[in-house]
């Protein structure tokens, strides 16, 4: 079993940066791919960002290539998602979600075990 708990979430101005952590309790977090999804009011959860069990491989939505930045810490069982030139647009609720085994998705039903959210607002 995994638990995951975000957090960092809170309210910026447009342009700001925000930076979420994904801690990880229970086996093996270095055997997981690790991604972010987000959810804004009335819009389908959407894929953010996606790292390997290595960290060796990752992959972004369109949306937010090149101005976020996944990473992770096996050490700390810390995945991250540095977040720059924050857009309204980016305004929504943040969750991680965890996948045992090598291959990199970004299917929501693909992964198995998910954190509660943290809220990212982004005024304009």
């Known amino acids: 079993q995994v638990q995951l708990v975000e957090s960092g979430g809170g309210s910026v101005q447009a342009g700001g940066s925000l930076r979420l952590s994904c801690a990880a309790s229970?086996?093996?977090?270095?055997?997981?791919?690790i991604s972010w999804f987000r959810q804004a009011p009335g819009k389908e959860r959407e894929f953010v960002a996606v790292?390997?069990?290595?960290?060796?491989?990752?992959d972004y939505a369109d949306s937010v290539k090149g101005r976020f930045t996944i990473s992770r810490d096996n050490a700390k069982n810390t995945v991250y998602l540095q977040m720059n030139s924050l857009k309204p647009e980016d305004t929504a609720v943040y969750y991680c979600?965890?996948?045992?085994?090598?291959?990199?998705?970004?299917?929501?039903?693909?992964?198995?075990?998910w954190g509660q959210g943290t809220q990212v607002t982004v005024s304009s």
């Open positions: 979600a965890a996948r045992y085994g090598y291959r990199v998705t970004t299917t929501t039903i693909d992964y198995a075990y």
């Open positions: 229970g086996r093996a977090f270095s055997s997981l791919a």
């Open positions: 790292i390997s069990w290595s960290g060796g491989t990752t």
